[in-house]
């Protein structure tokens, strides 16, 4: 493992999670690739299949997706046990973390996460999120598998 790509890829990580804390929009779309993308796999709909989770490809429709999420999303709390690994060539990072938002609604938002984020010249080229989908069902008034609301946890 270098230094150098270890340093970088830690350094977009902490620049990416001030952007998100911040919610700018702005600041985020500068550290995309053009044809970045963005993958939910275990999400409310319940299937894993490709075409049954929600992709989002492209800068705008990823900006757009994050747009959506900072509107439905109140104040970001501290996130905790956060553990962070990088591959030896700084391309890849992988973070697990506990996340705890308070959303607009009033409900809480507390969600474990496994997020993959794969690196070009030190802009995310694909980001993988796995979370509980159930919290976030719940959170953002999704339903589950398309026909069950969440009303308690």
């Known amino acids: 493992m270098t230094a150098d790509a270890t340093t970088s890829a830690q350094e977009t990580l902490r620049r990416w999670n001030r ?91 507390r969600n474990r996460y496994v997020m993959r984020f794969d690196l070009v010249d030190g802009r995310i080229s694909r980001l993988r999120e796995y979370y509980n989908p159930i919290q976030s069902a719940y959170a953002f008034g999704r339903p589950v598998a398309g026909r069950f609301h969440i009303d308690a946890l």
């Open 19 to 109: 952007a998100i804390r911040a919610k700018e929009l702005d600041g985020l779309r500068a550290m995309m690739t053009d044809d970045v993308v963005i993958e939910l796999p275990f999400n409310e709909s319940g299937r894993t299949e490709q075409g049954f989770f929600r992709v989002y490809r492209g800068r705008d429709a990823c900006v757009d997706f994050w747009r959506e999420a900072f509107a439905q999303e109140g104040r970001v709390n501290r996130s905790t046990e956060i553990e962070t690994s990088v591959t030896a060539d700084g391309a890849r990072i992988f973070v697990e973390f506990q996340g705890d938002v308070t959303m607009q609604s009033g409900r809480a938002y």
